[in-house]
């Protein structure tokens, strides 16, 4: 009787702690979300945690209504967007104004230096350098008569002003003022150097001369040559000291070409080329300076 008890407490213990066991697995997978769905709360449990946050909020969450601008907030805005329209209007405006090449101020400013003239002549271009900060005798003065054309020193005319200005873009002091940097770096470029070059020795003589007086010459050269080859000033002192009396179009020429092929020791230069004599001349002269 007493051992038959005794088996029933140990299977009914058995059976609760199995039980027990159970129950703790159960809600043990239960918080890991591993069991299956029980019931009509557990599956609207299991379908909240199944959808994503945001779905689960805005399900949750009654929508939220958005604010209705205030009349003020309103016109506000409105102002806002036209004022900054305006100012956008505004600076384009006076950008137009200030930067757009314009024909009758360019012509404006021509006669500031004409007066009733059609033509800028000395003291008009005296005034005119001085305005601008350049001296007469700078290189860019000739690099912008090579621009407008000019045919003769010292002069600028109507068609010529209008012309070389409107190509530069330039109605103003101002303008050209800041067109002077390239205006000198054309000076750099070998093809734009060459015309000038060429330009210049039309450009500074005498239109009834077929050649192009000494000094000038020389004064020419040392504007265009002084700074970049280094034997000009013994060429200058060969000039000076020479019987020549004039340089023609094709000796000027030839000066630029032995400037740039010619070494400084003159070791490449070819008596029997197609120099000029006047270059021969000037080959034999340093020669014989350098033995003495």
Same mark, same amino acid.
């Given at each position: ?6 088996a029933g ?7 609760? %702690?199995?039980?027990a066991n ?8 239960n ?10 709360d557990?599956?609207q ?5 199944s ?13 939220r209504?958005k ?9 506000s805005?409105?102002?806002s ?34 007066g009733?003239d059609d033509?800028?002549?000395p003291?008009g ?10 001296e007469?005798?700078?290189?860019v003065?000739?690099?912008l ?6 045919q ?6 109507l068609?010529e ?13 101002e ?21 000038i070059?060429?330009y210049?020795?039309d ?6 001369q077929? %050649? ?6 020389k ?16 060429f ?5 000291? %020479?019987?020549y009396?004039?340089?023609?179009k094709?000796?000027?020429c030839?000066?630029l070409?032995? %400037? ?7 070791s ?9 004599v006047l ?5 034999e002269?340093?020669?014989?300076k350098?033995?003495?």
């Amino acid at each position: 009787m007493h051992s038959d008890a005794a088996a029933g407490n140990f299977q009914l213990n058995s059976h609760l %702690s199995t039980l027990a066991n159970i129950h703790k697995i159960y809600h043990t997978l239960n918080r890991l979300n591993l069991t299956e769905d029980v019931g009509q709360d557990d599956h609207q449990t299991g379908s909240l945690r199944s959808c994503s946050s945001s779905d689960c909020f805005s399900k949750v969450m009654p929508p939220r209504k958005k604010r209705r601008p205030a009349a003020g907030d309103d016109l506000s805005a409105k102002k806002s967007r036209h004022d900054g329209m305006y100012r956008k209007y505004d600076s384009t405006r006076i950008k137009t104004e200030e930067e757009v090449f314009s024909s009758k101020r360019c012509l404006e400013w021509f006669y500031e230096y004409a007066g009733t003239d059609d033509i800028v002549g000395p003291e008009g271009m005296e005034k005119f350098c001085e305005d601008i900060g350049v001296e007469p005798e700078n290189v860019v003065m000739l690099v912008l008569a090579w621009k407008l054309d000019a045919q003769n020193m010292g002069y600028f005319t109507l068609q010529e002003w209008l012309k070389g200005m409107t190509s530069l873009q330039c109605d103003t002091t101002e303008k050209l003022r800041n067109s002077l940097d390239y205006l000198r770096s054309l000076l750099n470029e070998p093809t734009n150097f060459k015309l000038i070059y060429r330009y210049a020795f039309d450009f500074a003589r005498e239109k009834d001369q077929r %050649s192009l007086d000494i000094n000038t010459a020389k004064c020419m050269l040392g504007l265009l040559l002084g700074k970049t080859w280094p034997l000009f000033p013994v060429f200058h002192q060969f000039l000076e000291q %020479s019987k020549y009396k004039v340089i023609n179009k094709d000796q000027w020429c030839n000066v630029l070409e032995f %400037s740039r092929t010619i070494n400084l020791d003159l070791s490449n230069y070819d008596e029997d080329g197609a120099w000029p004599v006047l270059l021969d001349e000037f080959v034999e002269w340093y020669k014989g300076k350098q033995m003495s």
